[in-house]
């Protein structure tokens, strides 16, 4: 059968992106990265694409002309050239317009490094601490116009230990979003995902356990 094609964006490290590069390139997995894209020249990621083998493209936001419009266009533009099924948000850290958002709305996720709705937007790691919250997490949703809205297809929980600061609890989330990431896109592959009406996503078909029967919320490190 044929794989499920992804384009990915990045701005940076590429941690996730390197989950995705490693559980693509298992014989079953079914998805292949495409495309990647970053909005940053320099991002690490991009060098983590080009090792693999894999097409890696950047254009500068920065000094665009036209705006946010016209660059979206662009990154569309490049994103359906690479024959692109689903767009893969991995810690693009650009907001995307609404036109770009509508024309990949249903093929667009993104994962966020805490439990949402709670902690949106930047500092998701310094929020969570401030708050005083006990667990935090990830969670991959799909991209609606309203940033880090949408529905809500998996999450992963750890828990926020005394003396975490921002950094430790995002090593450990990390940990969780490099297992969560690749699966939910291998779900997405399988056709087992599904939006209802009331925006309440369901996976379907549980012949092998769901990532959250075996998620590690559960109270480990
Ligand atoms: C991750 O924590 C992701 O959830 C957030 O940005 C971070 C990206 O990390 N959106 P990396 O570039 O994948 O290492």
């Known amino acids: 059968m044929a794989k499920l094609k992804l384009a990915v964006l990045i701005s940076g490290g590429g941690s996730n992106l390197q989950a995705i590069i490693d559980a693509c390139a298992k014989r079953d997995y079914p998805a292949e990265i495409g495309l990647v894209f970053s909005n ?4 690490k990621g991009l060098d983590r694409a080009r090792k693999a083998g ?3 493209e950047a254009i500068a936001h920065k000094g ?5 419009e016209s660059y979206d266009a662009a990154v569309s533009a ?9 767009v893969v948000l991995a810690g693009y850290f650009r907001l995307v317009g609404e036109s770009f958002v509508t024309r990949w709305q249903g093929r667009l996720i993104n994962i966020h490094p805490s439990l949402l709705p709670s ?4 500092h998701a790691h310094e929020q969570t601490i401030t708050a005083g919250v006990k667990f935090s997490g990830c969670t991959v949703h799909y991209v609606v116009p309203e940033m880090d809205a949408g529905p809500i297809i998996a999450q992963a929980v750890v828990p926020v230990l005394p ?3 921002a950094p430790a609890l995002a090593h450990r989330v990390l940990k969780q979003e ?3 990431y690749p ?8 056709g087992r995902v599904h939006v209802g009406e009331n925006g309440i996503v369901t996976i379907r078909d549980s012949r092998r356990p769901d990532f959250a029967e075996t998620s590690p919320i559960i109270a480990s490190r």
């Not at 940053?40 to 991002?43: E, I, K, L, V, Y």
């Open 183 to 190: 699966e939910v896109i291998r779900w997405i592959a399988e």
């Open 40 to 43: 940053q020249t320099d991002a």
């Open 54 to 56: 894999i097409r890696a």
């Open 163 to 165: 003396g975490d600061d």
């Open 119 to 122: 902690f949106k937007g930047l």
């Open 78 to 86: 490049l994103i359906e050239q690479s024959g692109a099924d689903l």
């Open 64 to 68: 665009y002309p036209g705006g946010r």
């Open 178 to 180: 490099h297992r969560l």
